[in-house]
């Protein structure tokens, strides 16, 4: 089983929609969660954290459930600049650990 | 607010050639990595960083791989001789603590030919 899975999508969406899509992670000791952001050729940049009870950070929504092993991002009225790839990541030894990301594009 | 600075963006070389890729992670940074991303895959790991030397190395980072703090402000990763398959882009990126706070520079993209 890979360290860290993603649906890989694409996911295309109007303006104004809802998606949501999940990550699973194999290692169950793992302690810190992430949501990055990828645009094209572009580096890694960190959306949010993902914290055990859940978070909110204006349209986006970070759920944690360690007894199945997975993460998920929702984001909320989505936007053309939403269109990216949103990679989940997992840190484990103090290193980060990459899902293959999930595409998503947001269409007028 | 404070970033990590790759040189060069881009770097074409002949397969075979030595090339030195340069990273300044944050000043205050205590961990520092090294990502690749082979165009269309995932990022993986390479290298980590800490108390001047080597916490850990994938299975990526074979003996043509090489990594140096050498002035306590550059990081660099060197490839000793370039084969195809290192055309990538790759990613420095440094962590006060190795528990949060990563932040990841703009990449080289490294062309091999």
């Known amino acids: 089983r890979k360290e860290v899975e993603q649906d890989p999508g694409p996911f295309n969406v109007p303006e104004g929609a809802t998606v949501a899509f999940n990550c699973t992670y194999s290692?169950?000791?793992?302690?810190?969660f992430f949501w990055y952001r990828q645009d094209c050729r572009k580096e890694p940049k960190l959306l949010m954290s993902?914290?055990?009870s859940g978070n909110e950070d204006g349209r986006f929504t970070a759920q944690l459930n360690r007894a199945s092993q997975y993460i998920s991002l929702l984001i909320r009225d989505s936007k053309l600049s939403d269109s990216a790839t949103y990679l989940c990541?997992?840190?484990?030894?103090?290193?980060?650990?990459f899902g293959a990301g999930t595409t998503v594009t947001v269409r007028a | 607010e404070p970033e990590v600075t790759q040189t060069p963006s881009h770097q074409v070389t002949q397969m075979g050639q030595e090339v030195i890729l340069r990273c300044v992670p944050i000043?205050?940074?205590?961990?520092f990595y090294w990502y690749r991303q082979i165009l269309g895959q995932k990022v993986e790991f390479l290298v980590s960083?800490?108390?001047?030397?080597?916490?850990?190395k994938s299975e990526i980072f074979d003996d043509q791989f090489s990594v140096e703090r050498p002035d306590g402000s550059n990081f660099t990763l060197k490839i000793r001789s370039t084969k195809l398959e290192d055309s990538a882009m790759y990613f420095c990126?440094?962590?006060?603590?190795?528990?949060?706070?990563?932040?990841f520079g703009s990449g080289t993209r490294l062309t091999v030919v």
């Open positions: 990126a440094s962590s006060p603590t190795g528990n949060y706070g990563y932040t």
């Open positions: 290692n169950s000791a793992s302690q810190s």
């Open positions: 993902v914290y055990s």
């Open positions: 990541v997992i840190i484990n030894d103090y290193k980060l650990s």
């Open positions: 000043s205050n940074h205590l961990y």
């Open positions: 960083f800490y108390n001047n030397e080597i916490s850990e």
